[in-house]
């Protein structure tokens, strides 16, 4: 049977992150994906001046009720951008009315990166998005997020291995089973960046890097989240999972600046979806 997954996020109209990235990625594993959207924004807050953003905190409850009645089973929860650290409370609700046991529930918490809050996000956020991780099969913080929600200083732009895996042990004691920790680099190879992992059935961390490209590149997070996600659901393991979704992201890096887009476009991720394509 197909399977059916729920993408919550903002959609950002311009930009490349968020539901533009969630709904084409997990569609091209062939996941029937329905949406709630969180706010309305004409680009993401990143890189460009005067946008706009609409709030939908008072629509996810009457969205959440009447799609309770439909009696759907979502194979998969994924949240992603929030309005608010209030919005928190809604997300929990949607999980208690539109989840069952057998929905994987995958949160990619998408508040902060190098060391900061994204522009519109309150300092509530990191508090009340620990209560929304704990309910979490699979997370996908990048280190800035991971230090917040730990409430650590952050480790700066090069990490310590150690640090990094300390990272991912205290973040799995919230209550996840699978922690992905993205952006990571480690001083002992400048050259490349990449992820570490730490699944309940494994000892330690592994860390999975590919190579490093310069610049600012918005939206690789979601891009990254949304591959790892559609993986999942084709029923590869988390390792393979991360494995595939960070080569896919670093080749959609590679693509978008041999093209020249700007970056503030967001990554050429449509060039790479095929490879979901042919999972089978
Ligand atoms: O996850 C990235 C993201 C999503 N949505 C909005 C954003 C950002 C990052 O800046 O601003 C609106």
């Known amino acids: 049977m197909q399977k059916r997954a729920l993408a919550v996020h903002d959609i950002s109209c311009v930009g490349r992150c968020s539901l533009t990235v969630a709904l084409p990625?997990?569609?091209?594993?062939?996941?029937?994906t329905a949406v709630i959207p969180t706010a309305l924004l004409s680009t993401h807050t990143g890189e460009f001046q005067g946008y706009t953003h609409f709030d939908l905190s008072d629509q996810l409850r009457p969205i959440t009720d009447h799609l309770s009645t439909l009696g759907l089973h979502y194979d998969a929860f994924y949240s992603g951008y929030l309005a608010s650290g209030a919005q928190v409370e809604q997300i929990l609700y949607m999980i208690d009315h539109l989840t069952d046991d057998k929905t994987h529930i995958?949160?990619?918490?998408?508040?902060?990166?190098?060391?900061?809050?994204y522009s519109l996000i309150d300092e509530d956020m990191p508090r009340q998005m620990r209560r929304l991780i704990a309910r979490a099969d699979t997370i996908v913080p990048n280190v800035t997020e991971a230090a917040f929600l730990l409430d650590l200083p952050w480790a700066g732009e090069?990490?310590?291995?150690?640090?990094?895996?300390?990272?991912?042990?205290?973040?799995?004691?919230?209550?996840p089973k699978n922690v992905i920790v993205t952006d990571v680099s480690l001083p002992t190879q400048p050259d490349k960046t990449g992820v570490a992992i730490l699944t309940?059935?494994?000892?330690?961390?592994?860390?999975?890097?590919?190579?490093?490209?310069e610049g600012l590149f918005h939206g690789t997070g979601d891009v990254f989240a949304s591959f790892m996600l559609a993986?999942?659901?084709?029923?590869?393991?988390?390792?393979?999972?991360a494995r595939l979704s960070l080569d896919m992201t670093h080749e959609a890096i590679r693509l978008t600046l041999e093209d020249g887009e700007p970056l503030r476009y967001g990554l050429q991720f449509e060039r790479v979806l095929h490879r979901l394509y042919g999972l089978s």
């Open 231 to 241: 993986a999942l659901m084709k029923d590869l393991s988390p390792v393979e999972a």
């Open 106 to 117: 995958f949160v990619d918490p998408a508040f902060a990166d190098h060391g900061r809050r």
């Open 200 to 213: 309940r059935d494994m000892q330690e961390a592994e860390f999975l890097f590919g190579t490093r490209y």
């Open 25 to 32: 990625a997990l569609s091209a594993a062939g996941v029937n």
């Open 158 to 175: 090069s990490h310590d291995p150690e640090t990094v895996r300390e990272y991912c042990r205290r973040l799995i004691d919230l209550g």
